[in-house]
Structures are given as structure tokens and as C-alpha cells.
């Protein structure tokens, strides 16, 4: 379903060249097309607005050649979220748009299902919701004490308590091999969605002791009052942050 009308969704890629595990990644070929223009292209499956933001020229000029749109960012921002905020202000420029809401989509996840922005964008359709991200259900073979896996704590109203790389909760008298059959864990599925005039004020906000605990920018939206809504998706995502991440996905290709 394409999202358009008079509700403007703005999906935004935030892709840098000098990523640390993995230098270049947003350029890396996987069967024929660069991993930019493969979320690129399944980005707008799902959304009429969809646009890289980078601070490298080699990404914009590989988004330009295949004929996608691509705004210059600066190199200083610390997160994803901070380069979607500019982003965000470029795109109406581009567009003649402001858009309402913005969905920040990961530049290293090549097989993002539309479906799964599909969900992440309904949450708008409630106007109380500032922030919203996916959640799935760990399964009884995940691996539940992986801290690169950020576990995730709900309310009865779908909304985020607290994310945590540890397992929480803790269930007292009850085996830890037994955790996962006893209790529904959710692990989350690092896409999110802000109004866009939210997005802005996260951007201004200090680091906070929670955040800087977990590293976890989330967590310091929490800390300052702000609410996240969830949504459960059933698909895992499938991110590539090294190259023998890499290696595994072109195997299964």
C-alpha cells in the first residue's frame, strides 16, 4: 500500500560511507544493485516520499545514477535520527512538502518488507502517537541473552517502557531455560517512525544516563517524557553489518 494523500509520510535513509565494522557498506554490490538502491527501491514499495541522506558524495552520486533522490548532510551528526532531522528539512525543500511524519529506515537492511513500513506508518493513523518502532516476538530458539538483540518492555496500550540489551523481565522462580515458554519477550526491530515536529525536539535533547547506560538513543526519548508505540511485526530484519554478514546473505541469494 503506497502512503500518500493528505498525511505526508517521508520515508528517510540515513547511509554513511565511514562506518567502522564495515567502510563503504551502503555501496557494497549484493546480486547486481548496491545495497542503498535495494532498501531504496523496496523503501518505495511502500511510500511515495523516500529519500537518502548522506554525507558522502560517492553515495549521493551512486542514488543519482539509478535515479533515486538523495539530500547532503552533515558529517557531525551522532545518530541516525539527527541526520533524519535535517533530512526532514531538506526534503520539504525538495518536495514542496513538509512532511508529517517521518520513517527512519536503516541503510543496511536491503530486505526490508514494505509490509513492515506498512505497519510502522498505521501507527500515525492514532494522532496521540509522537514515536512509534516494530517489536517481534522472540521465538523459543532466539537467542535471548544476545545484547546486540535489544530486548523490549511493553505497556497493556502497546506502548515501550524500557529497552534493554539484558533479558527483562526477570522472572523470579523460574528456570532461565524456561524464560522464553513462560513469559512473551519482545525483541526490537530498529525501524522507527516521528512526527515530524517530535523529531525535531528529540534532536535537542541532551544524552541521558539511561542512553549512555544501554547505548540506546531511545532510551533518553523515554527518559524525557516522550511515548513510543509499538507495533508487533512477524518478519525478523535482516541487517548486514559486516562483510561476512554479507557473505551469508549473497549465500542464501
Known amino acids: ?8 509520510i517521508a520515508g528517510i535513509i540515513p547511509a554513511r560511507y565511514a562506518s567502522t565494522r564495515f567502510p563503504g557498506k551502503p555501496l557494497v554490490m549484493i546480486a547486481g544493485k548496491s545495497m542503498i538502491r535495494r532498501v531504496y527501491e523496496q523503501a518505495s514499495l511502500a511510500l511515495d516520499m523516500v529519500c537518502v541522506a548522506t554525507d558522502d558524495q560517492r553515495i549521493h552520486d551512486a542514488v543519482t545514477a539509478f535515479g533515486g533522490k538523495v539530500v547532503m548532510t552533515s558529517p557531525h551528526h551522532q545518530s ?3 541526520r533524519c532531522a535535517e533530512a526532514a528539512d531538506k526534503i520539504a525543500a525538495v518536495e514542496g512538502i513538509i512532511p508529517d511524519a517521518v520513517i527512519n529506515i536503516q541503510g543496511d537492511e536491503p530486505f526490508i518488507r514494505p509490509e513492515q513500513i506498512d505497519l510502522l506508518a498505521s501507527c500515525f493513523n492514532d494522532p496521540s502517537v509522537e514515536i512509534a518502532t516494530l517489536v517481534r516476538k522472540v521465538e523459543p530458539d532466539d537467542d535471548l541473552k544476545n545484547p546486540n538483540h535489544p530486548k523490549v518492555v511493553l505497556d497493556l496500550s502497546g506502548n515501550a517502557i524500557y529497552f534493554s540489551r539484558s533479558v527483562i523481565p526477570y522472572l523470579r522462580d523460574v528456570p532461565e531455560a524456561e524464560w522464553p515458554s513462560r513469559h512473551t519477550y519482545f525483541k526490537h526491530i530498529g525501524l522507527y ?9 528529540l534532536t535537542s535533547l541532551p544524552r541521558s544516563p539511561l542512553e549512555k547506560a544501554e547505548s540506546l538513543e531511545q532510551n533518553r526519548w523515554l527518559e524525557n517524557g516522550f511515548r513510543i508505540r509499538t507495533k508487533v511485526t512477524v518478519w525478523e530484519s535482516i541487517g548486514i553489518d559486516t562483510p561476512e554478514d554479507l557473505e551469508r546473505v549473497e549465500k542464501i541469494l
Open 1 to 8: 500500500m503506497k502512503h500518500s494523500g493528505e498525511f505526508h
Open 80 to 82: 541516525g535520527t539527527d
Open 193 to 201: 517512525g516521528y512526527r515530524t515536529d517530535i523529531l525535531k525536539k
